[in-house]
Each structure stands twice: as structure tokens, then as C-alpha cells.
């Protein structure tokens, strides 16, 4: 909502926060754009006179001059990032009293015009004071599973549940893909076959589930999701395996900077693998994080930041033996230790430039015997690299990663190498990495989580049903992946691949995607080298 602030409604002031460099607002009401009846409650940085951050993630004080509790006083201006501030924080909703429109005098407590601090009525806080965990937000260290709206605490939201124990929100997607195989040469149908079988639409995951809170005084997150396959199946197969549960996890808060999660979740290890795919460049994850690491485990974590709030850590202990199929002891089943560690060792003053860097490591006890496998970054492929049956006595695994983002560009990279203490084998190592970058053409800039050491999803600056063009994002990829020093599950090793991958998407709102993928595959099993070229083209739709 726009609003026309006039520097003469309000005389300057001799108030603290007009001296102050950096001005801290926290808990501002800000009206959505997206949907004008729901509040979503952000942090506001003015530094020199600028409107410098909007952000719905935890700010630290540490370098604010001066910083104040708005305590959900909504915002009315234009809030234009890199400009001089101008806009009124009233103390209520005008949507709700429009009485507050016609006196601004009255219902203005804090007026800011071309960078001038002409009026604050709120008294400034002191360094930690204010209660970040309380802030509005999701605060888990992994990301909700599905896609969830930013205004899913609007409690007037049709599925929303809000009572005064617990409250919660269904979501669910629907993925579908149409794929065709643009190329294929000889030694490539040796190796897996003709991939014209693999050419075709289908509804590449139906997922649902739901999130919420235990309504403590500091809220306990919840998560249930899960996807059928049924669709991928066909409706006359007689296997009743057509369900994947996910997530089912409970996060506790244990302090403001640490946390507590235990269920089945992600094990915290490599930024690609935490990352909900909807927020990453490319449809598929890289080759390598599919091959060498799982989906999901059973397990408990504990995770938080380091002082500074630029560096975190997680770190937690996993048994899937609760999972269908496997033992019923936690004895007889692998045990894995995971960990990781985030650093941001360089950030500009506006943040809209950083660098990220991380590390994390793996060990499990291996006590069942497993494959590796993956496809060439297309769900409806055969598996291009695969192992036999490994019966080895442990593995370690190690993860690196390095991000770079400046503006709406994003340079992203990670590589994982994976020992196995196996004497029949000869102690091999498998490995491969990925290089990423994308370039978000609509000029929105891809937020960082500060809590977590993860990158968010696309903010979509105009959608389509605002008369805008939604964001539009390209995006490049190279990922290598090397199984060839164990053997595969008839004869040779497992192969040798390499990836390039071109892609774009576009977001018409936060929950319609469109989005297309090239790959140029190139497959060194048996002996040869064989070629192939695939495009998939991929529509989402989010249940709101």
C-alpha cells in the first residue's frame, strides 16, 4: 500500500534515532502484497538515512545504533530498498479503522521523510532485549518440506487451525513433467538402453502435509508430510507401497540461538540436501547428492548459531530402525553420526553481497549392505551410474560447500567424497561436486537464513495477478560423479558421469512455477563413452 508522507505533517525532532546510523525496527505489521488480507510482521534496517534490509529473519543488534520494538504497528509508504526512507508506522490497522488514515498526527508513531526521522514515539530497546525466538517465522533449522505461504499465521486463512493449545496449516503441491530425449547415441543405448521409453508426461510428486505449533511460550514446531506415488505406478497396480512419509518431526527451541529437533528429517549435511528442491535453480539436485547422501533418516539434532550470528552449527545422531522393512532393533540396523558447520566470513554493510562457506561429515556404522545409485538429474530416467551390493565395515563421508551472492546473482558449489572401509574392495573413495549459478533476471535477491546457513526461496517482487511479470530466474550447472572404484551389479564398475545442465524458471506467484531443463549427459561405463541429451519441462502448483 502505497501512501504520500508530506515532510510538513510532523516537525523534526531532537530524538535519539535521528542521530543514530544504523536504526533497527523490529515486529513491523507489513501489509502483503501478494494478498492484501493477511500482515506478515518483518525487520526494518535504515542505515544513513536509507531503507537498507526488509526481512523476515532475526536481525542481530550487535552493530545497530539504535534499535526499537514496533510491536506489530503497521507499516504505510513505499519501502524501496537502497533509497532515502519515507514512511508512517501507525499504531494499528487501517483496513481495520480507517479512522487512523484521517488523523495520522494522532495514530503516527514513528515518521520517517527522505532518510529525516521527523517523529518516534517508541523508546529505544537495549542489545537483547527484545525477544528474537518470539518473532514470527519459521525457526526450525530445516526447512518446511513443502512449500508453506509466507502469510501462513494469517489465522483467517481457510486451512488454518488455531487453537489455544496447538494450531497448524495444510499444504500440499502437485508436480508435473513432460520429458522428451532430444539425443541418444550408440554406446549410450549399450550402457541403459533406449531412453525413448522414459519420454512422456507423468505427476512427478503429489505431496501434502502440515505444519504448526505447540502453543507454548516459546511455540514447538511440528511437521507432518508425505507424497503418494500412486500416479507414477498407474492406478492397476496391485503394490500398495504408493506412500512416503517424510517428515514427521517436532523441533523444540532451547534457547534464542539453539535448537532441538527429533523425528524423521533431513540429517544436516550439505546446503543442497537441506534446501527444499522448489528453492533451488535446477528441478533435480545434482548427481552426487542423490548418489552419496539420503533423503530423510530418523533422528536428533541439535543446532543453533555461534556468537557473532555469523557461523552455525548442527549436529545429530540417526538409526532408521522405526522404518518400514528394516530390523526391528536399533542394533541391527546403521547408526550415523552427522554434522555441519556454516561461516559467513565476508558480507557487505546491506548484506545484499555475501559469502558463505561450510563443511560437514558423516559416519556411519554400515551394519546392512546398500547400493549407490542415482539417475542423470531426471526423475523419469533409468539409473545411469549404480553399484553392486556393498557389504563394507564402515563409511565416511565429507561435504564442502562455498556460495557467493551478490544481488539477484548466486554462484553456488559443493563436493562430497565418500570412503568405504572395505578390505574386498581395497578401501575405495567415491566423490563428485557441482558448480551452480543462477541469475534471478526480475532483480529479486535470493534471502539468506542466518539461523540455519541456508538460502531461501525466490521473493517474488510483482506477481502476475499484481499486473507484474513474477520473477524470472536462468540458471547453469556442472556436476561430476565418480562410483568407478567399486563394481556395478553384473560386470565393470559402477561408471563415471558428468552433467551439463541449462535451466529456467519462472515463479508467476509463490505458488505457480513454470520451469524447463536441458542436460547434456556424458556416461563412461563399460569400456565406453556414451552420450545423451534430454529438456524436461515442469509445472507447480502450490495448495494455498
Do not use: C
Not at 525532532?13 to 501489509?31: D, F, K, M, T, Y
Not at 524458471?505 to 549427459?521: G, K, M, Q, T
Not at 569400456?527 to 494455498?544: F, H, K, P, T, W
Amino acid at each position: 500500500m502505497a501512501f504520500a508522507l508530506s515532510a510538513q505533517a510532523f516537525a523534526p525532532l531532537p530524538i535519539h534515532a535521528a542521530e543514530a546510523q544504523r536504526i533497527l525496527l523490529r515486529n513491523v505489521g507489513l501489509i502483503e502484497p501478494a494478498d492484501a488480507g493477511a500482515t506478515v510482521t518483518v525487520n526494518l534496517l535504515i542505515e544513513d538515512g536509507k531503507l537498507e534490509l526488509v526481512t523476515q529473519d532475526a536481525v542481530s543488534s550487535q552493530k545497530i545504533d539504535s534499535s526499537y520494538d514496533i510491536a506489530g504497528g503497521v507499516v504505510l509508504g513505499t519501502l524501496s530498498l537502497g533509497e532515502p526512507a519515507s514512511f508512517l508506522i501507525l499504531d494499528g490497522d487501517p483496513r481495520e479503522n480507517v479512522e487512523l488514515l484521517l488523523d495520522t498526527r494522532t495514530h503516527a508513531r514513528f515518521a520517517i521523510h527522505q532518510g529525516e526521522v521527523l517523529k518516534n514515539n517508541y523508546s529505544p530497546t537495549s542489545r537483547g532485549s527484545v525477544d528474537e525466538g518470539k518473532q514470527q517465522g519459521w525457526l526450525a533449522y530445516t526447512p518446511p518440506p513443502l512449500a508453506v505461504p509466507l502469510n501462513y499465521q494469517d489465522k483467517s486463512r481457510w486451512n488454518r487451525y488455531d487453537g489455544k493449545y496447538v494450531s497448524g496449516l495444510f499444504s500440499g503441491a502437485v508436480v508435473l513433467d513432460r520429458q522428451r530425449w532430444l539425443d541418444q547415441d550408440r554406446n549410450s543405448m549399450d550402457q541403459v538402453g533406449d531412453l525413448t521409453a522414459f519420454e512422456g508426461g507423468e505427476i512427478r510428486a503429489l505431496r501434502f502435509g502440515a505444519v504448526g505449533t505447540f502453543n507454548f511460550e516459546q511455540p514447538w514446531v511440528w511437521v507432518i508430510a508425505g507424497a503418494t506415488h500412486a500416479f507414477d505406478k498407474g492406478f492397476d497396480q496391485v503394490d500398495s507401497d504408493d506412500f512416503t512419509l517424510f517428515d514427521l518431526r517436532l523441533d523444540i527451541p532451547l534457547w534464542q540461538s539453539a535448537g532441538f529437533s527429533i523425528g524423521k528429517q533431513k540429517e544436516p549435511i550439505s546446503m543442497e540436501r537441506l534446501m527444499p528442491m522448489t528453492n533451488l535453480p535446477m528441478q533435480e539436485r545434482a548427481a552426487v547428492s542423490d548418489a552419496l547422501l539420503p533423503s530423510r533418516n530418523i533422528g536428533a539434532v541439535f543446532s543453533g548459531t555461534l556468537p557473532g550470528d555469523r557461523a552455525t552449527f548442527a549436529g545429530g545422531v540417526f538409526n532408521n530402525w522405526l522404518d518400514k522393512d528394516q530390523p526391528s532393533s536399533p542394533g541391527d540396523n546403521s547408526s550415523q553420526l552427522v554434522g555441519r558447520l556454516t561461516w559467513v566470513p565476508l558480507v557487505s554493510k546491506n548484506e545484499n553481497s555475501l559469502l558463505h562457506l561450510g563443511a560437514g561429515a558423516r559416519h556411519s556404522s554400515a551394519r546392512e549392505p546398500g547400493f549407490l545409485r542415482t539417475v542423470p538429474e531426471f526423475n523419469n530416467a533409468p539409473n545411469f551410474v549404480e553399484t553392486g551390493l556393498l557389504d563394507v565395515e564402515g563409511i565416511d563421508t565429507w561435504s564442502l560447500e562455498a556460495s557467493m551472492r551478490s544481488g539477484p546473482f548466486w554462484l553456488h558449489s559443493e563436493y562430497l567424497q565418500m570412503d568405504l572401509e572395505s578390505d574386498a574392495y581395497g578401501d575405495p573413495t567415491l566423490d563428485g561436486y557441482h558448480v551452480t549459478a543462477s541469475w534471478i533476471l526480475t532483480g529479486e535477491v535470493r534471502p539468506y537464513n542466518w539461523r540455519t546457513g541456508l538460502f531461501k526461496g525466490i521473493p517474488i517482487a510483482a506477481t502476475v495477478d499484481q499486473n507484474g511479470w513474477g520473477a524470472w530466474e536462468i540458471g547453469a550447472r556442472f556436476s561430476h560423479l565418480d562410483l568407478s572404484e567399486v563394481p556395478g551389479p553384473e560386470v565393470g564398475d559402477a561408471g563415471e558421469m558428468d552433467i551439463w545442465s541449462l535451466g529456467v524458471n519462472w515463479w508467476l506467484s509463490p505458488y505457480f512455477n513454470v520451469n524447463l531443463n536441458y542436460r547434456y549427459i556424458s556416461l563412461d561405463r563399460f569400456g565406453d563413452e556414451g552420450i545423451s541429451q534430454g529438456m524436461n519441462a515442469r509445472l507447480m502448483l502450490v495448495l494455498e
